[in-house]
């Protein structure tokens, strides 16, 4: 043959394509096709002798690229394979020296598995008995090469041996990874690759059996009979039909598997009886997202995962050079009769869904149960902490919607559902506008059904985020774990951000609501912030104009002017003080408004005249050297006894002095019917 650039070849094979477990499986599956071809399938026998290096490594990783936990086993450093196939014989060794030989294309061979030796180890020998074609026993030996022969140092003789066979010797990894230390690990991981070789009706599985160099050993057969730790409980067939009406037949072997690594349940497609590519099954049913369980005839629980093994004419053909993928439909062109599309008819998906389908009726695993809780939880969430979703329950996809999910995840798929709702409403009423007369009554019930319940989730949303705050401000209010009250400062931010105006603080960043419905909507708000030139630096707790002054003019003079003072929950020690009164910094604060002392944050003269009303709140709680202060102000009781009020005419001043929990309850009751709407009514 013609020179091959067999270290070109190797650079030229794509990082991801293989894993270390790639070669080993290639000579596995080799040493298969050398016993079948033989003709001795029940007396084959194949053997994988672990060596291990001399001294224990520091870090390594595995093929996901995973440290490996502390093991007392030394790395893997060469494997040997031994088969009593039908050896090397002048036809094999012919097809080994052409390049992508098409020799053993009916069993899914391709003439590329050899570069995956020489990819992961140093060393690559071959040792064989063969029968020439006058039933002569001849011995060949030869070397993997990596230059521009692939058989390189080759030998053949005559040979006393009467059997034939061949040995693979791998030395030498040369990967960063690592295999599994442990043999039961590597036993499994093979096995899993392999697995449809021994469960294909009516084909017996050679003896397949790893040996560590210290005498443990594992026959992978025993995995399906005597272990009894892979069960197969459900083969079916099922079709696909393309376009053009062709019909593509495939089959699916579903397996119990009781020793799962990663606790994933899968879907296995398959090319000639290996593994190519894998998929989860919750991608499709998001119940299989955790493991299953029963109990064994001694009563103990077994935990279990489910591998759907899937094969058909279709994979095999289209199965790709390395055997790590499929060539697939393209997805964002599946819906066009291109030329590529009439190639390959399918998504890989399509295939995965049809075995999901099948795999999802199998009564045994107790999806129901899995799923009747996931919605007992999702109504339960919905019931007791987001009743504003309560009209998109009807739209929830159950099949689809995800297991064992968190309150946030609850919250942002519920979101997600509201959020296309609305877009779908949105296109609707579009279409209704440009076609108005066209659209049936039944169309417009839909759609105006759609904006109520919008408008609903909105309102029921808003409700529960108040609520939310006054359970939030009774919590403030009352001694904390320290036996200490929070300080002014968290309690004003919890109504206002401080050092912030309306200009720089979100709609939603405020509570004021919960002093006075009114003050929602005021245009202008100060926050702790000073606004009086002058020296004293006085600052007003909270200043709030019904429009923003930087664009009044003489004829809004007489806008009202709101001004709030908090103290400290139990603080009672401003009594003595009249620069620490209340109420007197209120009327102090309103005095030098009148008096045209106040300059807006942009330099424009705040505009008063002596009709512009205020507003006065003063929030604080009482004891008796309070209610003494109050009294010398002269304000009026509230029936409640929970706050005081009065109109001081000099000032022009409307002003209400209200306990915290005065500020609570009347806040509760004000929203206290929509709480209950939502079924929110009761407290922290």
Known sequence: MADVNIQGILNN?????????????????????????????????ILIKIKRKDTQSGMNFDENGKVFADSSKKDIKSFEIIDNGIGFNEKNLESFNTLYSGYKAEKG?????RFMYIKYFDSVRVRSTFQDDDQKYNLLTF???RAKEFVENKSVSVTSETTTGTQLFLDNINAKTQYDKTIATLARKIMENILFYFIVDGWTCPKITLKDEDGEQITLNEYTSHFNEIQLIKTEDFSLTDTSGNNYNFCTKIVKIYYPNNKSSKISLCAHNREVTTKPISDYIPEFIEEFSEKDEKG???????????????LNKHVNLERNSFNFSDKNHKDHSDELNNIYPFLEEDIEKEVAKIVGKIDELGLETRQNRKKAEMIKYIADEAPYYLDFQDDINWSELPYRTSKKEKDTYLNKL???KEEDTKILLEKTIENFGGISHERIDEI???ITILQKNNLAHYVLIRKMT???LKKFIEKGEDGNFQKEEVLHSLIFPTKQTSDNAKYSEHNLWILDERLSFEKYITSDKPMISGTNGDRIDLAIFDKNFAFRTNSDATTPVTIVEFKKPMRTDFTGSKQEDPIEQIMRYVEKIQKGNIKLENGRNLL?????????YAVFDFDENVKQMIKRHDLKPFPDGLGYFRYHEGFNLYIEVLSWDKVLKDAQQRNKVFFHKLNISNEL
Do not use: M, W
Request: no cysteine; aromatic share 12%; net charge negative.
């Open 470 to 472: 006054l359970d939030l």
């Open 109 to 113: 061979g391709k003439g590329f598995g």
């Open 13 to 45: 094979i794509p990082p991801k394509s293989s894993t270390i477990y790639t070669p080993l499986i290639e000579a596995i599956v080799n040493s298969i096709h050398a016993i079948e071809e033989k003709g001795n399938l029940s007396e084959g026998e």
């Open 448 to 450: 105006t059904q759609n």
């Open 300 to 314: 103990q629980k077994r935990n279990y995962i489910i591998r759907a093994y899937v094969e058909g004419d279709y």
């Open 143 to 145: 070397d993997f090469g």
């Open 608 to 616: 008063v005249s002596d009709n512009t009303p205020f507003y006065g």
């Open 418 to 420: 509201r959020f296309q």
